[in-house]
């Protein structure tokens, strides 16, 4: 009986030890799992060539896989893992699965948030850059090794469950997503231990009201813009020298921004401007079309935002937009072309299983501006730069209006987007799927990022001190093309 007693004592400690600092996640039972797995497959037939990445059949594989573990309860993430899987399969960036609205949030009330952000590099090395507070991982540092798993490992870990097309895409998802992965991989983020190269410490999250200041006060003014619906921003740097800064084309206030661009311009004209610095660092899309107002200022001739879209009509499709706007004829709907192309009518009439393919609507033909700028154009990308961004950046090299300077797009110049939602009824999880496959100008492979005329990497050292080397080598290169003048 003692020995009994003291055995069920050591399980319950190993049992302690085991699970400390995880947290409780929400069951799930078999039934609600396979009715969502199923909503899934349904919702796949929405993307336009789901099988690029992945033969039919060995998707079909991975699906058995995926059903074969659902046998039992699991929780939410083991769950959200199974799910993501099967999109991740597909390899493109705009099709993804979200935790259920509010998750994350929730759990950092509850439990605190992880008081860090980590670069991760295209090398595979995890750095910190910077911190909200706590103080055991220097600024810098490289970090080795998580409970002890290998940052290899890690990533690894993690690989499967993210969309993405570029692996530099890819780790700029690791870096962003960093405190859910912790999650993902371990059910929780206090009291992790972190190997460094010099010491190994442990992290305490921190409280989420103390994180919320900290992030308020350390928010860049890029997100301020943001929040404001505004994301765009002028500076004129030094004489001669000025830069916009689009942070999203996502544009709200299509009315605000063209007036945003009329000033703009009108001010690059008074004050004598000769280069203009366009910053697209960062920007994750929006619609190609908002790209077609700036460039008529920089560029006098011809040419394409996109050179091709193929939309697939489908049942998921044609259920999101009868869905959204119940009770519309849409026999007699007309499509809305001021910004953003979806042919809504041929969604919900047309043949399913066909596709839409548009080139006209992306056709920009020369507009003399009144402010037209006739200087030089640089543009600033990065690994950030995605989507509408890329899309910017590949038409603005096509068309010869200027220099690229940075890093290769995380975006590529073949795409797909255009992305439906769809939440699972019984677990929550939100699907985000593709229904289009764009082509931008001057593409050619299929997974081909943007590359920059000049590349310029920052160091760490650089992201840590907030050091701008990108737009310091681009201001040099300015000063050396105005000396030759």
Not at 391 to 397: E, K, V
Request: net charge neutral; charged share 25%; aromatic share 12%.
């Amino acid at each position: 009986m003692t020995r009994r007693i003291l055995l069920s004592g050591i399980l319950l400690i190993l049992f302690h030890f085991s699970s400390f600092g995880q947290i409780e996640l929400k069951i799930l039972n078999p039934k609600q799992m396979k009715k969502d797995l199923k909503v899934l497959i349904e919702t796949l037939e929405a993307h336009p060539d789901p099988y690029t990445k992945i033969s039919e059949a060995d998707f079909q594989k991975v699906v058995k896989e995926v059903e074969g573990k659902i046998v039992g309860d699991l929780d939410i993430i083991e769950n959200y893992k199974n799910i993501s899987k099967l999109v991740a399969l597909i390899g493109d960036g705009h099709s993804s699965v979200l935790m259920p609205r509010y998750w994350l949030d929730k759990v950092r009330k509850e439990h605190g948030v992880f008081p860090y952000e980590v670069f991760l590099s295209n090398e595979g090395k995890l750095f910190v850059v910077k911190s909200y507070g706590d103080e055991q991982m220097p600024l810098g540092a490289q970090i080795l090794a998580i409970n002890g798993k290998s940052v290899d490992s890690f990533i690894e870990m993690v690989t499967p469950y993210l969309s993405y097309e570029t692996d530099a895409f890819r780790n700029d998802l690791i870096s962003e997503s960093f405190e859910f992965l912790l999650y993902v991989v371990f059910k929780q983020v206090d009291q992790l231990n972190f190997k460094l190269e010099t010491s190994e410490v442990q992290v305490a999250s921190m409280p989420y009201e103390k994180w919320k200041v900290q992030k308020k006060d350390l928010r860049e003014e890029r997100e301020k813009k943001i929040s404001l619906g505004k994301p765009y921003d002028f500076n004129i740097l030094e004489p001669g020298i000025a830069k916009i800064d689009v942070f999203s084309f996502g544009i709200t206030d299509y009315d605000n921004y063209r007036l945003f661009l009329l000033k703009t311009f009108k001010k690059v004209k008074k004050e004598n401007i000769h280069s203009l610095i366009i910053d697209i660092r960062g920007n994750y899309g929006g619609w190609p079309k908002v790209a077609s107002e700036l460039f008529h200022y920089i560029h006098d001739g011809y040419f394409k935002t996109m050179a091709k879209s193929r939309m697939k009509i489908s049942y998921p499709y044609r259920s999101y937009y009868s869905d959204m706007y119940p009770g519309i004829e849409f026999h007699n709907f007309t499509s809305q072309k001021r910004r953003h192309f979806v042919d809504v009518k041929k969604v919900v009439t047309g043949e399913i299983d066909t596709y839409v393919e548009e080139s006209a609507f992306f056709n920009e033909p020369p507009i003399v501006e009144e402010y037209e700028f006739s200087g030089d154009c640089y543009v600033l990308i990065d690994r950030k730069s995605y989507s509408a961004s890329s899309s910017f950046a590949s038409t603005f090299q096509c068309y010869n209006m200027g220099v690229l300077i940075g890093e290769p797009t995380g975006g590529t110049k073949v795409f797909r987007a255009n992305p439906m939602f769809k939440s699972l009824p019984k677990t929550g999880l939100g699907i985000v799927m593709s229904t289009t496959k764009f082509f931008t100008a001057c593409y050619n492979e299929d997974n081909e990022p943007v590359q920059p005329n000049l590349e310029v990497l920052p160091s760490i050292s650089d992201r840590v001190d907030g050091v701008d080397v990108q737009l310091n080598t681009t201001l040099k290169l300015i000063k050396e093309v105005q000396e030759k003048k």
